[in-house]
């Protein structure tokens, strides 16, 4: 089965500067990567996705790449908040019909924005 | 347009209980996802419902089952209850099939097994 392993396990990085959040893949099947953003006593909200066909993708400060060849995938802040601070993960999901819905999640980035 | 439901939020049993959880689904969403996220990890995929029907099961045990109701509601039942049940238990809907589609978490339920 898919196996995604995501680094580093925490990031402190100070206000207005990048983080960057990083995952591999095994499965070559796997076609859609979305990043969730969990905060503490809440579940995990999407924040961003790409699909296989697709290298990078833009969202205001945020932004996700993709290399399919190296089976890897990474998430861009940019200009960190303070309310940027909490646990990211990444996730990927098969291209099968029968469970594409599927994900399977990285082991988390606890992200701290310090002032 | 109202999100992904949970209920309870937290909930105590000990150990060789049996508990039900339900989720109720985003609007106009006929899939829903069950997760299991230990303390520090990443959530976990127990199986996933679609129109009713069990569509695709993770590493999980039998006593793990669940239902989808018509109106695409879902329950999530766990029988003989163990220590390492104690988890937060997220459910996720999507919509419009099941390939490609974005997940929505609900807020999860706190089980802790004693």
């Known amino acids: 089965g898919e196996n995604v392993e995501q680094h580093p396990s925490t990031l402190s990085v100070q206000e207005g500067d990048s983080a960057v959040i990083k995952c591999t893949y095994s499965d070559s099947a796997s076609n859609y990567f979305p990043w969730y953003k969990q905060e503490l006593g809440k579940g995990p909200q999407l924040i961003i996705d790409?699909?296989?066909?697709?290298g990078e993708k833009k969202d205001q400060r945020i932004a996700v790449t993709l290399n399919k060849t190296a089976k890897h995938f990474s998430l861009h802040i940019t200009e960190t908040q303070p309310e940027d601070s909490a646990v990211y993960f990444c996730?990927?999901?098969?291209?099968?019909?029968?469970?594409?819905?599927?994900?399977?999640f990285g082991t988390g980035t606890r992200l701290q924005v310090t002032l | 347009e109202t999100g992904v439901t949970q209920s309870p939020t937290h909930l105590i049993k000990t150990r060789g209980q049996q508990v039900t959880l339900r989720c109720s689904s985003q609007s106009g969403h006929n899939t829903v996802s069950w997760y299991q996220q230990a303390l520090g990890q990443g959530p976990q995929f127990i199986f996933q419902?679609?129109?009713?029907?069990?569509?695709g099961r993770g590493n999980f045990p039998p006593r793990f089952s669940g239902l989808q109701f018509p109106n695409y509601s879902s329950e999530l039942n766990v029988n003989a209850l163990e220590l390492d049940d104690s988890a937060l238990y997220l459910c996720a809907s999507s919509g419009g099939g099941l390939a490609y589609n974005e997940q929505f978490f609900g807020p999860g339920t706190r089980l802790t097994v004693l």
């Open positions: 790409i699909r296989s066909n697709v």
């Open positions: 419902y679609y129109r009713e029907e069990e569509n």
């Open positions: 996730a990927a999901s098969p291209g099968d019909t029968g469970t594409a819905s599927k994900l399977t």
